[in-house]
Each structure stands twice: as structure tokens, then as C-alpha cells.
């Protein structure tokens, strides 16, 4: 290790260019979401957020038509076709019981929410935990652990960035590194690699894991696991891409059980069949997402809780 020359640190992809697009600094409309996350299209490989809906564990919201517009089309024409990696943290609200299924910026298909973690591979105070984590990286913890050292403002260094604010740029180093190492990855190809290398091991210790039938652990605290960048780059130099996205819809209407659709107290169980589209042009074979878009009327939102179980029962 070379001795401290007091520039702070190299960063994760010291051969990457880093830049910034000044949005948060007044009122953030649909429109000024849609043109950041299409800014320079044709330059940026990957887009970094740490911002999202208020994590006041009321908050339930999600990107507007034009910034959904802007992540469906960064996926499909980003990166010459291969798609621009959108990262995203999973948000701060911890304390206040707030839940990152709420966040539709984390749970879009397009996205990859990502977690932290504390150097003793602990669930941070303020961390969230939801379906749409797909992996987490280290960051701040408890009051006496080491937190995240940077680059910060008048080309000073700080060693005291926090929360997943500062996971989700290392996620976005890490995954800098792999495009480095193959350059055809495509932004499907990404999300694959994350979950077959994130590492179980570091995190064992917490409680809520459960394996799913396609053999992988997953905890809605950590996703998949910590990401490990060793072993998602050389899972990168050979990886064959996945097959084309396929995308079967299925829908289930569902009026008035006994003329009271949800009973406080009382739960409401919907089985929606399907067969995955088998033998049409749509047909899945291998799950990748699954989005739920439903429209319930109840007196007191906050009341409501949705448990969506796969088949195997997880």
C-alpha cells in the first residue's frame, strides 16, 4: 500500500469519469426527474441516485410519467443498446418505519435498490427493508463504527459519509469495474451478476433469511447479500448474455368479497393463476421481476398491509 499522500483515495473504478447533474437545488418536477436520468444518454454508462420520496414512513410515491419514460428508455437505447445501469439507495428512514416497497423508484424493474450494511455486517439503524433490495454494500452503522471515506467539497477529503447515500455509489463503482471488464454487458446482465456473486457469508448472523426455489438466499434487509467485487468481475470477463426479456401480463379483477373487500381484521387472500404465458411469443422461463400494479379502496391507508407470496411460499 502506498504511503498516504493526503489526495484522500483513488476511489472503487479510478479509470471511471465522474459527473454530476445539479436537480435537488429547488422544486423537483416530473420534468426535471426525466431529463436527469436521460442526461448525456449516449455518454453515461451508469447513473447513481441517492434521492427519492420523503422517508417519513408516510410517503408513498414513485417516478411521474416522464421519469418513467426516461428509465424505460435508458434501458433499452443506453450504452449503444445494452442499456444504462440505473443504481438507486434504498433510503434512510428507518427510524421512522418507513418501507422501501413504498418507493417506486426502487421497486421499477429498471433500477437496481441498493442497502447497506455496517463494518460488523449488522442491518444499520436506518436502513429499510423491502422486496426490491437486491443487494447491499458497506456503509455507516452503529454509533462507534467506521463510516465511509471520500472526496468532499473544496477538494477536501471527509471520512464520515453515511447511510446508503454511500452504499449506492459503491455499488455503482463496483459495477463500473465490471463494464470495464466486459463491455458487452447489458443492464440485465448487471442485475444477474449481482445476484449470483453478492455473498451470504458476511451477513449470516441476521436473522430473515430464506432460500427460494431457484436455490438463492435473499433477506428483504440485504437482498441477495454483500456485493463482493472480485467475484462479480471475474463472473464478468465470462458471462454469456441472458436471453431476451420476456413479459407475460396477467390480470385479475377482483370486486366487492361479500360486499367488503378488505375486513379490518380480517384478511383478503387473491391467488392469481398463471401458467407464465407458456407456448405464446411471451412465454417466461426464467424470473427475473415481478410487478404488482393494484388499485384498493380503504378508509386509512396506513392500515393496510400487502404480503405478495410466491408459489413455494417465500
Given at each position: 500500500m502506498a504511503a498516504n499522500n493526503w489526495k484522500c483515495g483513488?476511489?472503487?473504478?479510478?479509470?471511471?469519469?465522474?459527473?454530476?447533474?445539479?436537480?435537488?437545488?429547488?422544486?423537483?418536477?416530473?420534468?426535471?426527474?426525466?431529463?436527469?436520468l436521460s442526461y448525456a444518454q449516449d455518454l453515461v454508462d451508469i447513473y447513481s441516485a441517492s434521492?427519492?420520496?420523503?422517508?417519513?414512513?408516510?410517503?408513498?410515491?414513485?417516478?411521474?410519467?416522464?421519469?418513467?419514460?426516461?428509465l424505460e428508455r435508458g434501458v433499452k437505447e443506453g450504452r449503444k443498446g445494452k442499456g444504462a445501469v440505473y443504481i438507486w439507495a434504498s433510503g434512510n428512514g428507518g427510524r421512522n418505519n418507513d418501507n422501501c416497497n413504498c418507493d417506486g423508484y426502487l421497486a421499477s424493474p429498471y433500477t437496481i435498490s441498493i442497502g447497506s450494511a455496517s463494518q460488523k455486517g449488522e442491518f444499520p439503524w436506518y436502513g429499510e427493508a423491502c422486496a426490491s433490495t437486491l443487494a447491499v454494500t458497506y456503509s455507516s452503522g452503529a454509533y462507534?463504527?467506521?463510516?465511509?471515506?471520500?472526496?468532499?467539497?473544496?477538494?477536501?477529503?471527509?471520512?464520515?459519509?453515511?447511510?446508503?447515500?454511500?452504499?449506492?455509489?459503491?455499488?455503482a463503482g463496483i459495477i463500473a469495474l465490471a463494464l470495464e471488464a466486459n463491455i458487452n454487458l447489458t443492464w440485465r446482465?448487471?442485475?444477474h451478476l449481482i445476484v449470483w456473486t453478492s455473498e451470504l457469508a458476511?451477513?449470516?448472523?441476521?436473522?430473515?433469511?430464506?432460500?427460494?426455489s431457484a436455490g438463492f438466499w435473499f433477506n428483504d434487509r440485504f437482498g441477495f447479500g454483500l456485493m463482493n467485487a472480485h467475484g462479480l468481475i471475474t463472473a464478468a470477463n465470462k458471462w454469456v448474455t441472458v436471453p431476451e426479456r420476456k413479459s407475460c401480463k396477467v390480470h385479475v379483477i377482483q370486486r366487492n368479497m361479500n360486499n367488503t373487500a378488505v375486513a379490518s381484521g380480517y384478511p383478503t387472500k387473491l391467488v392469481i393463476p398463471t401458467t407464465g404465458c407458456r407456448g405464446s411469443?411471451?412465454?417466461?422461463?426464467?424470473?427475473?421481476h415481478v410487478e404488482v400494479r393494484t388499485s384498493i379502496n380503504y378508509?386509512?391507508?396506513?392500515?393496510?398491509?400487502?404480503?405478495?407470496?410466491?408459489?413455494s411460499g417465500n
Open positions: 483513488v476511489g472503487v473504478a479510478f479509470n471511471a469519469k465522474v459527473g454530476g447533474v445539479k436537480m435537488l437545488d429547488g422544486l423537483v418536477t416530473d420534468r426535471i426527474e426525466g431529463t436527469a434521492w427519492g420520496p420523503n422517508d417519513d414512513g408516510k410517503t408513498v410515491d414513485g417516478p411521474g410519467r416522464l421519469a418513467l419514460e426516461a462507534k463504527d467506521q463510516m465511509i471515506a471520500t472526496t468532499d467539497l473544496n477538494n477536501e477529503c471527509t471520512t464520515k459519509h453515511t447511510g446508503t447515500s454511500a452504499s449506492a455509489p459503491l455499488a446482465d448487471v442485475q458476511p451477513l449470516v448472523n441476521n436473522v430473515g433469511w430464506q432460500q427460494n411469443n411471451h412465454e417466461v422461463r426464467y424470473l427475473e378508509t386509512i391507508r396506513g392500515a393496510l398491509e400487502i404480503l405478495l407470496e410466491s408459489p
